[in-house]
């Protein structure tokens, strides 16, 4: 047994065939697939296919998901009125979670993924919606997943360019191996419980800061510089007050991300076709000078571009606003966790992992002290 020393970082809890992170060399291979390559030509149907299926769908199969995600989010978005208040929340991961705990389980696994995934977008688009005051839009199950997500959240039928850069965004972003909202969908499938109940827990994990929270103050630092010029004496002050830099940095990744590179391509898609970003240019400037100021204040430790970096700089390119761009990631995300709830299930082992108690004795003996 591996010593604990605070955390689970480097313990091996899973052996998985979804996906391999290689911090080292920045590289992320779903299914062995290189997700930069993914993200330049599959669709979010795609991915599905490939997690929860097993292999890249072909046009066929593309066609057969499309469908059924499309009838997941109309039997989703007939089921608002049963949710009473469940999205009437501040916080979206609130209303996800309290809207997918709705959901029951169904028999077979099919039918379990698609519905998970379809409510997923329907509940945050609705969410979204609510929030402006504004009605829920009813979802059009012609449509690709991807664009009728930015429809219902949006109101509006999407432009093309900006339907893909969401496709891209959410193929990008669907699996990332062992996380801490992974992990906690995988625990809870290990115990042999239901699918809706571990996506339930993953959504739990991902609304806490220290993971999923950090697409929206990227903008908002993006907002406080203002102009490239600004960028680097702004970036001092805030390192010298103590405070971090968001988008910068990942527990896993020792150089850039992949996923900042392709969200990055992404965005300049969108500016190759006719949708200017009004953050992309700056945003670029930012992190230039982000990553020499603290190369040189941190020269023992490389700091590099995490994906939220250029998450927040496609969402918003997108149409889709800071509040609901943690939500949108656990509806992408929702297919990564399934296909870890599956793999847990098909292992058929609990997780019980071991503690090491540290607190008083009887009789006043401090642990570790000998008998």
């Known amino acids: 047994m591996e010593r604990f020393r605070g955390g689970l970082e480097g313990v091996v809890v899973a052996e998985t065939r979804l996906s391999e992170v290689d911090g080292a060399r920045g590289r992320l ?5 290189d997700v930069e390559a993914l993200a330049r030509s599959a669709r979010f149907e795609d991915v599905y296919g490939l997690l929860l299926g097993g292999a890249l769908p072909g046009a066929v199969g593309r066609a057969r998901i499309a469908a059924r995600l499309g009838a997941a989010r109309a039997e989703a978005f ?6 009473g208040r469940a999205l009437d929340t501040e916080h979206g991961m609130d209303a996800l979670r309290a809207g997918l705990a709705h959901l029951e389980d169904a028999g077979d696994a099919e039918t379990a993924h698609a519905r998970i995934v379809g409510a997923a977008a329907v509940f945050a688009a609705a969410w979204a919606r609510g929030r402006a005051g504004e009605r829920p839009v009813p979802p059009d199950p012609t449509l690709p997943h991807a664009a009728d997500y930015l429809r219902m959240a949006t109101g509006a039928a999407p432009e093309a360019p900006r339907a893909r850069a969401l496709d891209a965004y959410l193929v990008t972003v669907a699996e990332h191996g062992m996380c801490a909202s992974t992990f906690a969908a995988r625990v809870v499938a290990s115990t042999h419980s239901d699918r809706v109940s571990a996506i339930v827990a993953a959504v739990g994990a991902l609304k806490g800061p220290l993971h999923g929270g950090a697409p929206g103050p990227v903008l908002d630092m993006l907002d406080a510089i203002g102009e490239p010029a600004r960028a680097e004496a702004w970036l001092e002050g805030e390192l010298a007050a103590g405070r971090r830099i968001m988008g910068l940095g990942h527990r896993v990744y020792r150089v850039r991300d992949p996923r900042a590179a392709v969200l990055e391509a992404a965005a300049l898609r969108l500016e190759a076709a006719g949708v200017a970003s009004r953050y992309l240019r700056l945003a670029r400037a930012v992190e230039r000078a982000a990553l020499g100021v603290l190369a040189r204040r941190h020269p023992e430790r490389r700091l590099e571009t995490n994906v939220e970096f250029y998450t927040a700089v496609v969402l918003d ?3 889709l606003g800071r509040a609901l761009f943690t939500p949108t ?12 709830a599956e793999e847990q299930l098909a292992e058929g082992r609990i997780i019980r992992p071991e503690q090491r108690y540290v607190g008083p004795r009887l009789g006043g003996v401090a642990a570790g002290t000998p008998a």
């Open 317 to 319: 390119a997108a149409g």
């Open 329 to 340: 990631f656990a509806a992408a995300r929702s297919v990564g966790w399934l296909a870890h």
């Open 78 to 83: 007939a089921r608002l009125p049963e949710l």
């Open 29 to 33: 291979l779903v299914r062995g697939r």
